[in-house]
């Protein structure tokens, strides 16, 4: 039986290598060990999957259950140690399993070693106990039995934060590796294939080295991982990135065929002329080119909702649906209007799309896009019962944009302008079908029944699709930014025409434009200690603006923008002017402004102006500037009101 003090072994040493192809071979090599020792078996899958960070495969709906609390309450408990030991742990490493590593260490006491099968029998406990009290105890048995190290990389197990530059990819290409032996008879696109097919880690390794990866056929129910966008700033840069260009060659190369070199297209464009006109000739013609291209993309609106995948017409589980988010969460049950208008599709499918609030008009579905803003759809989000008076205030559909799988097969592969006609036919079949009211029996659903408060004929329509054409021209773009601004949405994206669905990738063939706001600055107020990397240093930065007395007033927390040099700087700055160190968290003397960007600005309780940004990030240190003059409450409410997308109030 393989010992769990191998993984744990295997992951110290590879958070100590930077070498990818280092990693790959390290991890290779223990799991075809693993395997050479127990053929067949189930831990040379166990240990794959422990070694990607991942208590559980996809496809498996268990959970741990098990927070940084409840796991900081069982190590104080195995150590012995103080509150303020584990504090002090955590303060240096920002990480709880290397704080576990120092206390258990400490308490200098034997292990009898863990298998890789016993962890994975507490993993299967910890999701079926009902209570917390059985979860921490059985927690707390298996980390008595444990090594220092054992400790360090079963906590972070149980977190799902390895922090070991493994990443899932790897681990695939380390099975191919370790099933091939000697030879190249297993590929990686095989290994990855049957992963992204049966969502199962562990299970591709049995297949590798049975020779059946082959034989993997796609699951229904676990989420694929969602193909992403690149931002581009202008309408310029996003036609630059469909279509062609002259090719730089370097002086004395050849080009590729049917190319010029810039040279060749100086010579061209202006023989004699000094050497300003040529270079003036020669951007008109790359631009004339770029302008006379074919544009082969289409463009639809970037809404402000929340990316989703809709699985759903299983024959096997006939009206079984699950709505995953971009994290791979299901989250089906915040979404109750959703489910039932997809539970009577009867073939198997895969939409990809964005839920997004939506205003009903008291005959049903309003005329035109209308898309609540998102600080209305984020009352939805996390809630585990969805009353009726929410359904009425917060109404959602499903607007598609993607077809991922249908009439038994992946279409990844398939171009963009394939996939898009295949989800047209669909949609048009289903549109009518997929209904649900606004309203359900709330009675009959605490009896475990769905109970429509009318017929179905008085349920509003849930799924819809995002309209889409092919984009002619810069203009057009920005024409087709206006147009969505004022339907309230965040911009446009542009998807290549001929590509492929990449799950997990952000690529060039996706690109979405969406301008900032304009940026505030701030004063910092209080900064946190950071995880990782960053622990023990203060790199995350509540800030405020001033109101109307000249208090100063929070109005968001950031913690990206910034190189580490300036973090560095800043830690040290904070260290020295703290007013107040409340242990992770110290307030500090309100001297410091920043320049501040954001993707909009909410109405909320949470801080004392009354607002909160969204997505804050830190364009840079105001040295220049002094805090008398940093952004007012009123300069807050000016840009919260300027934007389109903002709720009706």
């Known amino acids: 039986m393989a010992l769990f003090s191998g993984l744990a072994r295997l992951a110290e040493e590879l958070a100590g290598t930077s070498s990818r192809l280092k990693k790959r071979a390290a991890i290779a090599g223990a799991i075809a060990a693993v395997e050479k020792e127990s053929p067949g078996g189930e831990d040379a899958g166990l240990f794959a999957l422990y070694v990607a960070g991942m208590p559980f495969a996809e496809a498996d709906s268990r959970r741990l259950n098990a927070g ?10 195995v ?4 509150d303020a030991a584990l504090t002090a742990a955590y303060r240096r490493h920002g990480d709880l399993g290397a704080a576990g590593f120092d206390l258990i260490e400490a308490s200098v006491r034997g292990a009898a070693g863990l298998t890789l099968s016993e962890v994975a029998e507490v993993f299967g406990g910890m999701a079926l106990a009902r209570s917390t009290a059985a979860r921490l105890s059985l927690v707390e048995r298996m980390l008595r039995r444990a090594s220092a190290l054992e400790v360090k990389y079963l906590l972070k197990l149980m977190l799902g934060d390895m922090r070991i530059g493994v990443k899932q990819s790897l681990v695939e290409e380390a099975i191919a590796v370790a099933a091939s032996g000697d030879s190249d008879s297993v590929s990686v696109g095989a290994v990855r294939n049957a992963v992204m097919l049966e969502a199962d880690l562990a299970g591709a390794v049995r297949r590798a080295f049975a020779g059946t990866l082959a034989e993997a056929r796609m699951r229904l129910f676990h989420p694929l991982g969602f193909m992403l966008a690149s931002p581009v700033e202008s309408p310029e840069e996003a036609i630059a990135r469909f279509t062609s260009k002259p090719e730089k060659v370097p002086i004395g190369k050849k080009p590729k065929k049917g190319k010029k070199t810039l040279e060749e297209l100086e010579v061209e464009a202006l023989k004699d002329a000094p050497d300003r006109e040529v270079e003036m000739a020669v951007a008109v013609e790359a631009a004339e080119e770029t302008a006379q291209a074919r544009v082969e993309a289409f463009l639809e ?13 299983d024959a096997d589980q006939a009206g079984r649906v699950a709505i995953y988010s971009r994290s791979r969460e299901d989250v089906t049950e915040s979404f109750p209007e959703l489910e039932e208008a997809f539970a009577g599709v009867t073939e198997p499918l895969i939409f990809d799309g964005e839920i997004l609030g939506w205003d ?4 049903g579905l309003a005329e035109g896009p209308r898309a609540l803003p998102f600080a209305v759809l984020g009352q939805r989000i996390g809630r585990k019962r969805v009353s009726n008076e929410m359904r009425r205030s917060v109404p959602v559909v499903f607007m598609a944009f993607d077809l991922m799988y249908a009439d038994g097969d992946l279409l990844l592969e398939l171009p963009m302008s394939e996939r898009r006609n295949r989800l047209e036919a669909v949609v048009e079949r289903l549109v009518e079908r997929t209904t649900s009211p606004i309203e359900v029996d709330e009675r009959a659903r605490e009896r475990q029944a769905v109970l429509f408060a009318g017929s179905q004929s008085e349920g509003v329509p849930r799924l819809m699709i995002s309209p889409c054409r092919l984009v002619e021209s810069a203009e057009d773009i920005e024409r087709a930014y206006a147009d969505a601004r004022a339907r309230a949405n965040e911009g446009v994206m542009l998807k290549a025409a001929g590509s492929v669905y990449q799950p997990g990738r952000r690529g060039l063939a996706w690109v979405k434009l969406k301008r900032e706001l304009a940026t505030l600055d701030v004063v910092v107020t209080g900064a946190e ?5 960053r622990a023990g240093i203060l790199s995350d930065y509540t800030f405020a603006v001033r109101g109307g007395g000249g208090e100063f007033l929070n109005v968001g927390k950031a913690y990206s923008g ?19 160190d409340q242990g992770h968290f110290r307030t500090v003397e309100p001297l410091m402004v920043l320049e501040v960007a954001f993707n909009n600005i909410m109405r909320s309780g949470r801080h004392a102006s009354g607002f909160a940004m969204r997505f804050p990030r830190i364009l840079k240190i105001r040295t220049d500037k002094e805090v008398d003059a940093i952004d007012t409450v009123e300069r ?6 300027s934007q389109v997308d903002k709720p009706v109030e």
């Open 301 to 313: 609106d970037k809404y402000d909702g929340i990316r989703a995948q809709v699985h759903c017409g």
């Open 636 to 641: 807050v409410e000016e840009v919260y009101q």
């Open 79 to 82: 150590s012995g140690a103080s």
């Open 360 to 363: 009903f008009d008291e005959g």
């Open 562 to 580: 910034l190189t580490d040099a300036e973090i560095a700087e800043m830690s040290a700055w904070m260290m020295a002017h703290t007013l107040d």
């Open 529 to 533: 200690f950071g995880h990782g990397r």
């Open 68 to 77: 940084g609390a409840l796991l900081s309450k069982a190590l104080l408990a």
